[in-house]
């Protein structure tokens, strides 16, 4: 597609209740990041896969949260029980090599909210 | 991990020029700048490789120090359009990336 899109737009989630983020890159595009923006704060680190393979995982806070991207394009966040805290807007981003000498672009993002 | 930026908050009128500088305690690969309008994605400015180099992007340019481990926006000749929150982002190591603690920038008329 010509950008990244993010589904859904908007979710919220009774505590307690399961929710999966979905992240659509830029076709071609071998790196994807996943990243937690709280209110007001900067974008926090997640997870970064480079094609299907996710090789670091060290942003997760915790083991309730955990990502796949099983054919190296669609990736999605999965988040287990959800907690207040989980309250965040969840943005992904892609480029298309390493991401050592490219940009990366960001989809929109989804806006969790935990009630 | 996550670099330092200051200033905190810029209020400028139409015009005027800012410094936005980003600070790092880990020897980086590059440093990349987005800036972010309220309520949307950030949006890639530019990146820098190490090697001291200084990149420009219309009246918005940057610097790279990598013996510091520090970075400089320059905005020049601010518009209205140049609104937003600035992020630096690094990379220490291979596989990860940091954004920064945010500069917000308001151009006002």
């Known amino acids: 597609g010509a950008g990244v899109s993010q589904s859904p737009r908007y979710k919220v989630a009774k505590r307690g209740q399961d929710v999966a983020l979905r992240c659509d890159p830029i076709?071609?595009?071998?790196?994807l990041f996943w990243y937690q923006q709280a209110l007001g704060q900067g974008p926090e680190f997640l997870t970064y896969?480079?094609?299907?393979?996710?090789?670091?995982k060290s942003g997760l806070p915790s083991d309730r949260f955990f990502a796949e991207r099983p054919e190296g394009s669609v990736s999605t966040l999965k988040i287990q029980r959800t907690q207040q805290e989980d309250s965040a807007v969840y943005l992904c981003?892609?480029?298309?090599?390493?991401?050592?000498?490219?940009?990366?672009?960001f989809g929109s993002g989804t806006r969790l909210t935990v009630v | 991990q996550q670099p330092v930026q200051s200033p905190q908050a810029v209020i400028l009128r139409e015009g005027e020029d800012a410094v936005i500088n980003c600070s790092s305690s880990?020897?980086?690969?590059?440093v990349h700048w987005y800036r972010q309008k309220h309520g949307e994605a950030p949006v890639f400015l530019m990146i820098?490789?190490?090697?001291?180099e200084q990149k420009g992007h219309e009246k918005i340019s940057a610097s790279f120090n990598e013996k510091k481990q520090q970075s400089s926006l320059y905005l020049t000749a601010s518009q209205l359009s140049y609104s937003g929150t600035y992020f630096c982002?690094?990379?220490?190591?291979?596989?990860?990336?940091?954004f920064g603690t945010g500069t917000s920038l308001t151009v006002i008329p």
């Open positions: 981003a892609s480029s298309y090599g390493t991401h050592q000498s490219y940009g990366y672009t």
């Open positions: 880990k020897a980086l690969y590059s």
């Open positions: 820098l490789l190490k090697g001291g």
């Open positions: 076709s071609g595009h071998v790196s």
């Open positions: 896969f480079q094609n299907e393979a996710q090789l670091d």
């Open positions: 982002g690094t990379e220490p190591t291979g596989n990860q990336f940091y």
